[in-house]
Structures are given as C-alpha cells and as structure tokens.
Nanobody, 126 residues
Framework: QLQLVESGGGLVQPGGSLRLSCALS????????IGWFRQAPGKEREGVSC????????RYVESVKGRFTISRDNARNTVYLQMNSLQPDDAAVYYC???????????????????WGQGTQVSVSS
C-alpha cells in the first residue's frame, strides 16, 4: 500500500523560501503522477503543481508559476516542492498526493488522486 509522508513545512517571512518533501513508500515512484495541493482555513483544497515521474513533465497553477518548482528524486522515492518568494496567500496546509494511473496534463485535480499524505503546515508571516 502506497504511503506518502510530507515534511519541510514551517514559518517563514514574506519573500522567504521553503522546500517541502514528499516521501513515498510501498510503491515504485516511477509509475506515479505526484501532485501538491494546499488548503487554507475556510477555503477549498487547491491543486498547486504536479509531476509525471515517468517523463518529468510538470504543471503549475498560475498563481505559483515562476515561484514554485516541483522535482523528483527517483533514487530516494521523493518528490520536492521548492517554494520561493512566499507570500501570506501561500500559507496553508500542503498535501502531496499520488496516483499510479494518472498522467497529469493540467492543473492537478483533487478527485484524480487516490493516495494522500497527512499534510505539512506552511505559515507566512512577518
């Protein structure tokens, strides 16, 4: 059974950076699409980015393009989300999700992903 564990969240000042990690166990990373989502208090969960591990192609929601970078390390079975120029609107619980059959070719959609991590909190405040 696939398990995902996020880490790397924390408190950062506006303009700062964080790198989130999503470690997968129980399945080979090569056959998954991995997505990052976030949910702020009182808001719906939003797809942020996704990567197709088989070919490395990536997608980003418009609000994070140029600031966030998703990447993968197949040897470590880990996917990363590098977040730069963080703003208060980026504050949320960030989740990674995976699906073995999905090819992510647009903004990641929550209903397309079958396995989820528990989330990591990102806070942006001065």
């Amino acid at each position: 059974q696939l398990q995902l564990v996020e880490s790397g969240g924390g408190l950062v000042q506006p303009g700062g950076s964080l790198r989130l990690s999503c470690a997968l166990s129980g399945s080979t990373l090569s056959y998954h699409a991995i997505g990052w989502f976030r949910q702020a208090p009182g808001k719906e969960r939003e797809g942020v980015s996704c990567i197709n591990v088989s070919d490395g192609s990536t997608r980003y929601v418009e609000s994070v393009k140029g600031r966030f970078t998703i990447s993968r390390d197949n040897a470590r079975n880990t996917v990363y989300l590098q977040m730069n120029s963080l703003q208060p609107d980026d504050a949320a619980v960030y989740y990674c999700a995976a699906d073995p059959d999905l090819y992510c070719d647009g903004n990641p959609q929550e209903h397309d992903f079958t396995s989820w991590g528990q989330g990591t909190q990102v806070s942006v405040s001065s």
